[in-house]
């Protein structure tokens, strides 16, 4: 199979399979410098050969988990399911400035505007969900790319349904599950805590508290495609299932490699609260694919604006896990004050900036706090979880203001963190061997 590559509707390259286990990466004659399909992959006469079935930029955007067997069960019997098959169906529908499609095919999708006003603004976001679902996947996947689908398992009060994620022109649209509930309220606060500190993707969370719509930062005031964007996974050529395995030390080395240099200490201090947001917020999910570099030419390079930030530890089985990404061979959450030395030789950012930032973060977590405590009242069943955060974040925050590590004392949280309970312990769910917890159940 041979698929073309184009860059903001301009055909470039074309990507073919050379054999079972490598693909092949060709450059059009005459092809401008800056329409490069890759950071990783300047315009050049000669091929780029990978030793997989395609080179990371192309996976970065693949499905993984339940939403790929879903992918290869549907389409495997009529045009394969291999990820250069799979990729020819959603490839029309990437993140950032690339489209992939067979040479010659028309890049414009036929996607209808996206209405989401009825899914934010109702009681029931399930059935406005499910209603936008169903009308932006008549098409296939020409307008709508499902992110991941949860299949809950039957109850007799409860028939199972299928959640997803989707994207669209304008937005990713999320929907909670039976084993992360209520996990869309947990990302609009940890983001709205971010958003107090960085530039962070703009969320917006349903009445209900079920799903959240997230608006896309690559593209323009149109909805049309405007910013490259890769994250770490794919400019440290790794697999997206090797997501985690990566440290702070090698993302480092990357935007050394590919931030110009009069937008590096920028970069670096974006780095900086990123990796401060996740032990406050005690976010185990922090890897190298919720990472990212955005730009519009060689020139023109920088981090996104953060995303996909929650509070991981008040999930059942995540509870102990520890953070995503590592430094100096380890991950902890008590990293003493190692994480501020280590801040200051690698990203560059000396210590009393570094204490500034734990400070702003500290206030914005005070800043936020009310609104989880009025979630929690308004939604009886996001009770727990929004305790679970209120304490996971305290003990973040007090952690970076330790003695031991930014020693700035103790924070003055506010109201919302008192007469908290302690709730009980999280019981780990049963899985079968080799099952993921972060995959839906079928």
Not at 275 to 297: M, P
Request: aromatic share 6%; with cysteine; hydrophobic share 40%.
């Amino acid at each position: 199979m041979k698929l073309a590559v184009s860059v903001l509707g301009r055909e470039v390259a074309l990507i073919e399979q050379a054999g079972d286990f490598k693909s092949v990466l060709s450059y059009h004659a005459h092809t401008a410098p800056d329409d490069f399909v890759s950071l990783t992959m300047p315009v050049r006469t000669e091929s780029y050969v990978w030793d997989d079935q395609l080179p990371p930029v192309l996976q970065m955007n693949l499905p993984e988990g339940y939403l790929l067997q879903v992918l290869q069960e549907q389409f495997g019997p009529h045009i394969g399911a291999s990820p250069m098959a799979l990729l020819s169906v959603i490839g029309r529908n990437m993140v950032g400035r690339l489209q992939v499609a067979a040479p010659g095919a028309e890049l414009t999708a036929a996607a209808k505007p996206i209405e989401v006003t009825a899914l934010l603004r109702g009681d029931n976001s399930e059935q406005a969900f499910a209603e936008l679902v169903r009308q932006h996947a008549t098409s296939g996947v020409s307008g709508v790319v499902p992110k991941f689908l949860d299949a809950q398992r039957d109850t007799p009060a409860q028939p199972a349904r299928k959640k997803a994620s989707v994207i669209t022109r304008r937005h990713i649209i999320k929907g909670s599950s039976s084993q992360f509930p209520f996990i869309a309220l947990n990302e609009h606060f940890s983001m709205q805590v971010a958003a107090r500190v960085m530039p962070t993707a703009r969320t917006e969370v349903s009445d209900d508290g079920q799903a959240l719509v997230v608006h896309r930062f690559d593209v323009d005031e149109h909805g049309q495609p405007h910013w490259g964007m890769e994250d770490f996974c794919a400019l440290l050529g790794l697999r997206p299932a090797a997501k985690y395995d990566t440290t702070w030390e090698r993302i480092a080395r990357a935007v050394r490699d590919h931030v110009p240099g009069d937008r590096r200490l920028e970069t670096f201090r974006h780095l900086t609260t990123v990796l401060l947001l996740t032990y406050a917020l005690r976010n185990g999910d922090c890897h190298a694919k919720n990472i990212a570099l955005r730009y519009t030419s060689r020139a023109d390079v920088h981090l996104t604006p953060a995303y996909d930030m929650l509070t991981t530890n008040v999930y059942a089985g995540l509870q102990h896990n520890p953070p995503g990404i590592g430094f100096l061979g380890k991950k902890t959450w008590s990293p003493g004050k190692t994480l501020q030395r280590f801040i200051a030789a690698t990203f560059g950012i000396q210590p009393r900036e570094q204490q500034q930032i734990v400070q702003a973060i500290s206030d914005a977590v005070a800043d936020v706090a009310p609104q989880v405590r009025q979630a929690m009242a308004t939604h009886p069943g996001f009770a727990d979880v929004g305790q679970r955060m209120l304490l996971a974040w305290a003990e973040g925050v007090q952690g970076l203001r330790d003695e031991r590590v930014y020693a700035l004392g103790p924070a003055p949280l506010g109201a919302a963190f008192e007469a908290l309970d302690t709730p009980p312990k999280l019981k780990a769910p049963r899985n079968r061997p080799g099952e993921s917890l972060l995959l839906g159940r079928r």
